[in-house]
């Protein structure tokens, strides 16, 4: 399930979304199009990027057209779509090789596209390894969306053209998230021999990169470098933004943990099993004894890990204040972003916006 | 080893060359500089792209060049030279995901990326599964010189801005390759069952996308495209590069099955391990004895073929003729590339360069 962002959002905010989904929808029925002329056969690479993206909860995309009206760009307008339109390729893309990595079974509710290609294989009783075909089709149908997210960036114009901010922004947002996202997984299998009392403070760097910049500061600066914002304004959104990121994935982590499966749609202890080092972790081993840190270690990222080995790592995560950690963090970081979010020389309606955003994003139980 | 493109070549393609080595070491210098700055432990990700780009024939590189200079564009300009490094970055990552999809150890005489972040792995005797870990971080290597590419090329400014004849090429090339890749997995694993009859013309298909224009069409039209080429020189273009990508290609399956180990720097047959679904494969399974035909369709793709097997479908491909209608394609689009060479309206200097890079593709032996 995913957080119910339409029942509070104005109007305004609907029509975009609108306007956003109509415009990838468009978009990749030409792409589709272009595909089904020459090449018939390589059509379910689109379709399948076509189905993952007309879901989710356009969080990057609203971000991007609240920071966009917020320095003040008009309703509506056709650059603000076409960013929010590339963020969301670009998150699509992210997820299809998340997926591929982290071996998920389900995204937004469905099957992952790796295992959609898997299973086409499986159905249609062909040659060869089908969990392979599904990495490698998945892999390639990443690849395709990462470019056509650029695609449309590009195709915005003048506003992003080589040289603007918002250009720079954008490859800026690229290569974070891609180095976040390898730091994570460096973490997960360098960790164990790496000082246990930076353990926090490098579970927060992977953290701003893999996902705050990228899910939060870089949509809200990108939607307002294309209006024009000013050099305040854009530092103005940072201080509000990087805390709701912050926020975002600390809630996240808990939710990982402790979330329950039937709102989150994952399976109970998830993140135990991939072995991500979180803050949530890095507290834990932080605050644990070291009889305790043994276990932790051992159980980290097994695949295997029974429902009662994850029930056990819970009640240490809960028994070390770890789990009182995290909240504090997320409580601290809410309260900059309350803070933030009033100093922002933007509009009663876009300060609204923007609020209600990030009231969905840290208060949310999936 | 890799054809010595260079003993032939005039002193103007070596200076072009070299500026493009440049470029690139100076541009991922750069890239490094900024992840040093904030998340030095995600260095890693740019030496393996810096590392795989400083090796290579730069076949697509030398191509946008001669299309650039045929079209009229100035000795070793700016746009060309991004352009070349575009290319070369959007190759690299290609290649560091097709190692990943087909499992290959070894890429330009090193570790295939996805071997040299295991190795690390290994080295450093890290946690959980090694070759998971290769495998993860390749990919995201592969996400990120993706981007870069794009970074480099939307950098070359108004030439390849949005609505440019050079854009519209470079978003199709990148799409039609991956469809490409996706094609030749999917004939891998359902093409047992589809006609035979057509099997040669699926296998051409394929070769198009995934290679042939992406390998010479795309590079030499962009390169024209930038300089401001005419319909007519781009048409031009095109007759002269698809048969010559069609003939690079048909070698290059030739030399997966007949290659010299020594020379190729691949085992022997390899593609016949991989299950690649080559046109000398459809010719062979087009003109075999059913008996012979089910012996090749159970042995194509499996990892453990023994050195006899591979010789005795070796005597198959060749006994059944399939060699020489390979060789025969091959002749045939020499004959097209040529005449088309002769016909391209440009200078003698860029019509010689483009005749050495022609032989230089075709007649090879690795």
Request: aromatic share 4%; hydrophobic share 45%.
């Amino acid at each position: 399930m995913e957080p119910s962002l339409t029942t509070t959002s104005p109007a305004e905010q609907d029509d975009f979304r609108q306007a956003v989904a109509g415009t990838l929808q468009q978009f990749l029925g030409g792409q589709k199009e272009l595909l089904l002329d020459a090449a018939p056969d390589a059509a379910p690479l689109v379709e399948a990027i076509a189905d993952l993206t007309a879901g989710g909860k356009r969080l990057r995309a609203l971000l991007a057209y609240w920071g966009w009206r917020g320095a003040g760009g008009s309703v509506l307008a056709e650059p603000a779509v076409q960013a929010g339109v590339a963020l969301e390729l670009f998150q699509a893309a992210a997820l299809i090789h998340d997926d591929i990595i982290d071996r998920s079974d389900t995204r937004r509710g469905n099957p992952s596209v790796h295992r959609r290609f898997e299973q086409q294989h499986r159905r249609n009783g062909w040659s060869l390894d089908a969990e392979r075909y599904g990495q490698a089709s998945a892999l390639l149908a990443g690849d395709l969306c990462l470019s056509l997210s650029e695609e449309v960036f590009s195709g915005i114009g003048a506003e992003a053209a080589a040289g603007t901010p918002a250009r720079a922004i954008f490859n800026r947002m690229r290569a974070e998230v891609m180095a976040g996202q390898y730091l994570d997984l460096l973490e997960e299998a360098a960790g164990p021999g790496r000082p246990v009392e930076a353990a926090v403070d490098r579970a927060l760097q992977i953290l701003r990169y893999k996902s705050a910049k990228y899910s939060t500061v870089h949509p809200l600066s990108v939607g307002g470098a294309l209006a024009g914002a000013s050099a305040e304004l854009l530092d103005a959104y940072v201080a509000f933004s990087l805390p709701l990121g912050e926020a975002f994935q600390i809630r996240d982590d808990v939710l990982g943990v402790f979330g329950d499966p039937a709102t989150t749609g994952k399976p109970a202890g998830d993140d135990l099993r991939e072995g991500k080092r979180t803050v949530l972790i890095a507290h834990t081993l932080n605050h644990c004894t070291p009889a305790e840190r043994d276990l932790l270690e051992a159980k980290l990222g097994s695949p295997e890990l029974s429902d009662q080995t994850v029930e056990e790592l819970r009640g240490l995560i809960t028994s070390s204040g770890a789990l009182a950690a995290a909240e504090q963090m997320i409580s601290e970081r809410t309260a900059a972003v309350d803070e933030a979010l009033a100093a922002l020389p933007v509009t009663a309606d876009v300060r609204n916006a923007l609020g209600r955003l990030a009231d969905s994003a840290v208060r949310r139980n999936a």
